[in-house]
């Protein structure tokens, strides 16, 4: 519903740029990503200036609970075990590679940040849940490669 | 031949009501000038700022603020009464030196003289002004329309008055000290007077926010407390002179009435010219004596139904009535010229809200006055032949005047400020921000053009038209109503546009106006409000209003959320992304840096969403860390667009806004 005089050459800029920082395997259109922010205004000046995200090495495993486990009571601990990355408690735009802390989703809902390997999720009700545990870097925002553990458990009623 | 003589004179007459009817609207508390001026740019800071208003500001009851380009408010010292200038002139005075930028003064004034609220702001800029600080001199200040309970607490006051001195002047002098329905008329028309000056009161503490402790221990109060007095002794003294006969306790009544009429008179705007408190005084009285008249003969026609039909006190009420109708052209004749500047103020006052009332108004006087002559030419001759058409006439007069009545106390509450009008010539300057919208029927469409699109004085160009054929919708009245997304603490405010139809070619669609009511940066709806006959449509729009050179960068990349990044002109930087930005759960993330990179903690953070085809969406933030906040929404696939508002710990802001395709999962 947004329009401005010079959303069509933004939007044309947009593109281009995006094709241009497109990494290997970009699709033929260029859009690496799925969504496509354009800015919808006219006075504002747009770039790609950032530079590619921060790389590392790091792996990322969830220990605890296992995939598929079933616990009883809706406390649930969490541990995870990570190699090759340096948990901080800094957060700035100033990027290190293998340098961030913890971003916790339980069921896609970011439900906490964390620079503890080991901690308690409360309070999770009865039923089958999707655990995600994110290493991300200094500025809350993921690496690249994305460095991501997943399991599936249960809370018994 | 007689008669067309008498239709003329009738006519001229109406003219002269229409200028009557602007005697008691008069002009409120509004900012007659600033030093600085509005729009101009300083080389170096103001020590204080200057505001004179028309009336003298009732500092106890009134606000003012001062904002800089990021929103942050400034921090003000107590607003002093400068001496001199009637007390008309406020001076607001920052506690800091000012820096280089552009400020907006806002103020929220209760007039002393009046009481009533008067909002408006002024902009001005100071040293190196990023962008042009674009002078506001032609908007008005907003005046709101009076509360229903304004308008019949004044309605209540002038029908009680008016009765009271009806029966005083008109009872005694040409009924021969008769008042039909004695006892019930004069006690009820006390009371009513009395409850309609205490509804005042209440309107009046409501308007202003305040308690009546307060209103009544402000100046802008007293003029209440002394018409809920003199009310008081009205409505004794005709309760009185309903059970005790004679002149005596009528005539105590009716100058009790006249007290409060003058009082009344002294509390509205012609109270600042002892003169002019004359001259509406006696406009008051006249006017209680020609249509309070009318009801008291209806009265006594009914009181003599069936006895010898009262012809000589129909004619003495008509040679009265007559009299009164003159000094009431006359004494509004004066009013206006004071009021409104001469007939080109009034021509003027016909482009406002006030303007459309007063039309009406004039209407029902034009249907009064012929029938007054009716009654004198037609209705009363017949009387003598036991015709009805007088009671029945009158009938419809009481109704008419009702109705006057009603539009009167409108009127009194309304500005009679023309709307600004921007010049059809000058630099045509790029609109910096548009946005479309449609009404919840989709019967009408909008597009709204705001120009330089930046924090402060704007331009606003409305093209409204018909949702389906795309011709111009016939509106009477167009409003925008501004609220600030995710900042409770600025209040809504509003502007009222003008046609831009009036010398402007092509612009049967258009209509435009100034104003400053985007004052801070970040994520806005703007309502339109557009009124055509007894019908009035919505249509709400969000936008951003974003800082001066904020640059923005996008980082998209295979396999990563897009990563958007506002940078401010001070090295402060919004960092935001949707993840995984396909349709479904997603997380939304901002993060706030300073200019050194590191995270800048935040006070609060509002993320805005808006889908293409529907409503802007207030999402429930979480702060995960002091510059950290993510909401998590579910995005149904599409383009949406996104505004983002973080506000920092120093009470400044920082904003971001831009369009997004959510893909399919």
């Known amino acids: ?157 | 031949m007689r008669w067309l003589v008498r239709a003329g004179v009738a006519a001229l007459v109406a003219v002269g009501g229409l200028v009557v009817c602007a005697g008691p609207a008069l002009a409120h508390a509004g900012l007659e000038s600033s030093d600085p001026a509005d729009g101009v740019t300083l080389a170096t800071p103001p020590d204080q700022v200057l505001m004179t208003f028309s009336e003298p500001p009732d500092l106890t009851l009134s606000n003012f603020g001062m904002l800089d380009a990021s929103g942050a408010e400034v921090a003000l010292h107590d607003p002093e009464l400068v001496e001199g200038q009637g007390g008309r002139q406020a001076a607001l005075r920052p506690v800091d030196a000012l820096g280089d930028g552009v400020y907006t003064v806002t103020f929220r004034v209760v007039s002393k003289t009046d009481g009533h609220l008067t909002a408006g702001s002024i902009a001005f800029g100071v040293g190196a002004v990023t962008g042009e600080v674009v002078p506001t001199a032609n908007a008005p200040t907003e005046a709101p329309w009076p509360s229903a309970l304004s308008v019949i607490g004044k309605a209540l006051l002038y029908a009680g008055l008016v009765m009271i001195v009806a029966a005083a002047i008109v009872g005694m002098g040409a009924f021969g000290g008769e008042v039909p329905g004695r006892r019930v008329l004069l006690p009820v028309a006390g009371l009513t007077a009395l409850v309609g000056s205490c509804l005042m009161l209440v309107a009046e503490a409501r308007s202003v926010g305040a308690g009546f402790e307060v209103v009544a221990r402000s100046g802008a109060g007293a003029p209440f407390l002394r018409l809920i007095a003199v009310c008081a002794v009205v409505a004794v003294a005709a309760t009185i002179a309903s059970v005790r006969g004679g002149n005596i306790w009528l005539a105590v009544a009716g100058d009790a009435a006249a007290v409060a009429m003058l009082v009344r008179a002294t509390g509205g705007h012609a109270g600042a010219h002892p003169l002019q408190v004359i001259v509406q005084w006696i406009h008051f009285m006249v006017i209680a004596i020609w249509v309070g008249g009318f009801a008291l003969l209806l009265l006594l026609l009914r009181a003599r139904r069936r006895s010898a039909p009262p012809v000589a006190e129909a004619r003495a009420y008509s040679r009265l009535a007559g009299y009164a109708l003159l000094v009431v052209v006359a004494s509004g004749l004066v009013r206006a010229i004071d009021e409104l500047g001469g007939l080109s103020g009034v021509k003027k006052a016909l482009d406002t809200s006030y303007g459309t009332t007063l039309a009406i108004k004039v209407a029902f006087v034009l249907v009064l006055i012929a029938l007054g002559a009716m009654n004198r030419l037609r209705s009363i001759p017949r009387l003598t032949e036991g015709s009805p058409l007088l009671a029945r006439v009158i009938g419809v007069e009481i109704v008419t005047a009702v109705t006057i009545l009603g539009l009167t106390a409108t009127l009194t509450g309304l500005p009679p400020h023309p709307q600004p009008t921007r010049p059809a010539s000058g630099p045509a300057v790029p609109a910096a921000v548009t946005v479309e919208g449609s009404d919840f029927a989709t019967t009408v469409r909008v597009m709204l053009d705001i120009t330089p699109g930046t924090p402060g004085p704007n331009t606003y160009d409305l093209l409204v038209s018909d949702f389906d054929t795309g011709d111009p919708v016939p509106a009477d009245a167009v409003t925008l109503r501004f609220e600030a997304v995710g900042r409770p603490e600025l209040e809504t405010s509003s502007a009222q546009l003008a046609h831009g139809m009036d010398g402007m070619e092509g612009m049967a669609d258009h209509w435009t106006g100034d104003g400053t009511e985007l004052s801070v940066p970040g994520p806005w709806t703007v309502t339109a409000l557009i009124a055509t006959g007894a019908e009035a449509t919505e249509v709400p729009m969000t936008l951003s209003i974003e800082p001066p050179d904020q640059q923005v960068d996008v980082a998209a990349r295979e396999g990563q959320p897009t990563i958007v990044t506002f940078t401010s002109s001070d090295g402060r930087q919004l960092q935001y992304y949707t993840d995984p930005g396909v349709g479904g759960p997603n997380q939304l993330h901002l993060t706030a840096f300073d200019a050194d990179g590191q995270e800048l903690p935040l006070t609060e953070a509002a993320i805005v969403v808006t889908p293409s085809d529907g409503a802007p969406q207030v999402l429930d933030v979480t702060r995960f860390s002091p510059g950290h906040f993510v909401a998590n929404a579910t995005l149904d696939p599409g383009d949406w667009h996104i505004d983002l508002l973080a506000t920092t710990e120093d009470g400044g802001a920082l904003t971001g806004a831009f369009d997004q395709t959510i893909g399919q999962e």
């Open chain 1, 1 to 157: 519903m947004r329009t401005t005089r010079t959303v069509p050459a933004a939007l044309l800029a947009l593109t281009l740029l995006t094709a241009a920082c497109g990494g290997s395997g970009s699709t033929a259109d260029g859009s690496a990503s799925s969504a496509t922010p354009s800015v919808a205004r006219a006075s504002m000046s747009m770039s790609m200036a950032p530079g590619p995200r921060p790389s590392t090495e790091a792996t990322l495993a969830i220990v605890s609970p296992k995939n598929g486990q079933t616990i009883q009571g809706s406390d649930v601990t969490l541990k995870l075990s990570l190699e090759g990355g340096t948990i901080s408690t800094t957060t700035s735009s100033e990027l290190v590679s293998d340098e961030g802390h913890l971003h916790v989703v339980l069921d896609d809902q970011l439900i906490s940040m964390t620079s503890d390997l080991e901690s308690v999720i409360p309070g999770v009700a009865p039923g089958t849940h999707l655990l995600k545990v994110e290493f991300v870097a200094n500025d809350h925002a993921p690496f690249d490669p994305r460095v991501i553990a997943a399991v599936s458990f249960e809370v018994a009623g």
